[in-house]
């Protein structure tokens, strides 16, 4: 149903164009130039901007409790987050899940500049437009008082609201094949957020946003010493199928919800547990759900219905339903991962334990603190400890089988084909310029091939020797940067800002077009941990994703769609915009509880 379209460009309609062929037509089309930028309203009709607050009229809120940061569950330090030291494992339970999409998906200010106030977010968004909403099914818990069902996360009340009751035996059957007490996250994107002002790229947004919060996921998942992999051998309509988002009959008016993708996460304990009852003998995570009994569970009863988020819709892009529908993912192959990694890494993080300092701030605060700096004030540098830190952050150790791999990259189930070319400016003992890093070291000479020959690849001392980092072009960059950020001066005034250059028609070619958002998604992740490492290194960091995508690629001299840059970043030293006023996340429903008392 989604693999072929007939070419609407093509006289009589008659030629079939490949999915692949579709999502690159999309790229290429969604390009900015210099002199054009990607289609676009080309104002902003504030009269209809979406509402950021989906609700379902009719289903169940669950308030979660609003937790302090000193109140149980407490998080570790940010460093221990990523050693899993000190990490003890909870159970999930209304306090645990609250803190869960605390961390992941909620509020974390108000902002208030005379009249407006805004809220941000837990997860970044391009525009702050948030079209990501997030989900959990969860079946029969011990100790968690809830029915088994689907719940969708409402972050202004920060409450779930009970979309579905499922029945438990099937439920039961669908869950038996993970860890005990697994539950399951999902993502959907609502297009028109991103679309409304940012026109036929904000696909790429979408999908942007969806890799953030997967990442933010994972991270609080980590904080309570939970795992979580992405399911992606899951095809799209079984997603849709229990997400609930085909169900016409609920979204009837209401702007549709695009079905992204699910994860599993558990508390990692269990594993542990049930890994000694099998002696030690191979448990493997399916990476897959039974599209059969997704069937029977989704035959459960559903409540509510969406709500309608912009009055009118003065425009429709429909390129963003066609890579939609182009990039829809059908094949089922299924993919399972092997615990015994996970078991490995729990016995060498207890190694790690006897060694490691449980010094630094705790990663609760980083992640509260986490906000988009608007502007950088042209002299902060970071030493290049920090930025080799940042730098290792990001690698994934691709060699290592998946649960082995470094927090959040054990979630994510492929090898990287995201590699940095980095624009810097103020990293002390760096001598500016642009570098490039490889995330996977196997990929070193491929890398090299799509770029220009003549760029010098040498090796940057102080460097750790396991890092495939060099050095391309000595120079100024900052204003190149800023040139291709879309004339942003966030680009050039930062210690450093870098683009994220994906392996991109080979790797579309070989997997199918399905592969095109999860580019976006790996570089959205990416981006979160470059966020966080950047509040704990006492800077900030902003997402960009405006950008003139040639310009970039002429710079290193990409001539062809081998490699493709898909989204950008800088870091650096803050201005803070003094006028604001910045206010509590949950001020309102304070307020609200202190008038219903009263
Ligand atoms: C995918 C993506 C693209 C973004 N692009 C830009 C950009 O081009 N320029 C910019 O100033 N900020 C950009 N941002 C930052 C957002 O504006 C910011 O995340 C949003 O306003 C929410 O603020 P917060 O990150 O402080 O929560 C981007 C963020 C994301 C996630």
Redesign the pocket.
């Given at each position: 149903m989604h693999a072929k379209n007939l070419n609407p460009n093509t006289a009589g309609g008659s030629t079939p164009i490949d999915s692949v062929d579709r999502v690159i037509q999309y790229h290429v089309q969604t390009k900015h130039h210099f002199n054009r930028y990607s289609r676009s309203l080309g104002y902003l009709d504030w009269a209809n901007q979406p509402d950021s607050f989906r609700r379902f009229d009719g289903a169940q809120l669950i308030p979660l409790p609003l937790l302090k940061p000193d109140e149980e569950p407490l998080s570790p330090t940010y460093n221990g987050m990523y050693e899993r030291t000190g990490v003890p494992c909870q159970p999930v339970s209304l306090k645990t899940l609250s803190r869960f999409f605390e961390f992941a998906l909620a509020l974390?200010a108000w902002k208030k500049a005379g009249e407006s106030e805004w809220a941000?977010?837990s997860n970044?968004?391009?525009?702050?437009l948030h079209p990501t909403e997030g989900y959990v099914v969860l079946s029969q818990i011990h100790g968690l008082d809830l029915a088994a069902g689907l719940y969708h996360y409402a972050p202004k009340e920060h409450g779930m609201e009970q979309r579905a009751d499922f029945q438990a035996d099937p439920l039961a059957r669908l869950m038996a094949a993970f860890p005990h007490n697994a539950f399951l996250f999902g993502l959907t994107s609502v297009h028109w957020r991103e679309a409304w002002k940012y026109g036929e790229r904000a696909f790429r947004?979408c999908n942007?946003?969806v890799g953030?919060a997967i990442g933010t996921a994972r991270i609080a998942a980590a904080t309570l010493g939970w795992n979580m992999v992405l399911l992606d051998g899951v095809d799209q309509d079984t997603v849709a199928m229990l997400l609930g988002t085909g169900r016409k009959e609920d979204f009837d008016g209401a702007e549709l919800e695009h079905p992204d993708c699910l994860a599993v996460i558990w508390p990692s304990q269990h594993v542990k547990r049930e890994m000694l009852d099998v002696k030690r003998q191979g448990v493997e995570v399916p990476l897959f759900l039974d599209a059969a009994i997704v069937k029977e569970v989704a035959a459960g009863t559903w409540h509510g219905k969406a709500n309608r988020l912009s009055q009118e819709h003065s425009v429709h892009w429909d390129i963003i339903d066609d890579a939609a529908e182009a990039s829809w993912k059908q094949q089922t192959p299924t993919p399972a991962i092997d615990l015994q990694g996970q078991f490995s890494s729990l016995s060498d993080a207890l190694r790690a334990s006897r060694t490691t300092s449980d010094a630094g701030p705790m990663a609760g605060q980083i992640i509260r603190q986490?906000?988009?700096a608007?502007s950088f004030d042209g002299k902060t540098s970071i030493a290049a400890s920090s930025f080799f830190q940042m730098m290792q952050r990001v690698m994934p150790l691709a060699e290592c089988s998946q649960l082995k791999r470094p927090m959040p990259w054990d979630a994510w189930p492929y090898d990287p084909v995201i590699h940095l070319l980095i624009f810097v400016h103020r990293v002390d003992g760096l001598t500016s310029g642009l570098y490039c890093l490889v995330r996977d070291s196997r990929k070193v000479s491929f890398v090299q091939q799509a770029m220009n020959p003549e760029l010098i690849w040498s090796r940057v001392p102080g460097c750790p020797t396991d890092l495939p980092f060099y050095g391309l072009l000595e120079g100024d960059a900052r204003k190149l940067a800023v040139q291709v950020?879309?004339h942003?001066d966030?680009a050039g005034d930062s210690a450093f800002s870098f683009g994220m250059v994906a392996e991109f028609e080979g790797t579309l070619r070989e997997r199918g077009a399905w592969w095109y958002p999860r580019l976006f998604w790996e570089a959205?992740l990416l981006?979160q941990v470059m966020y966080l490492e950047a509040e704990a290194a006492g800077v900030r960091a902003?997402?960009?994703?405006?950008f003139f995508d040639d310009p970039v690629h002429e710079i290193i001299g990409i001539q062809n769609l081998a490699m493709q840059s898909v989204?950008h970043f800088t870091v650096g030293g803050p201005v803070e915009d003094q006028r604001l006023q910045v206010l509590p996340p949950y001020g309102h429903l304070v307020r609200e509880e202190v008038k219903s008392e009263t």
């Open positions: 974390s941000l977010r970044p968004s391009s525009g702050n947004y942007h946003d953030h986490r906000r988009s608007v950020s879309c942003q966030i959205g981006g902003t997402g960009i994703g405006c989204y």
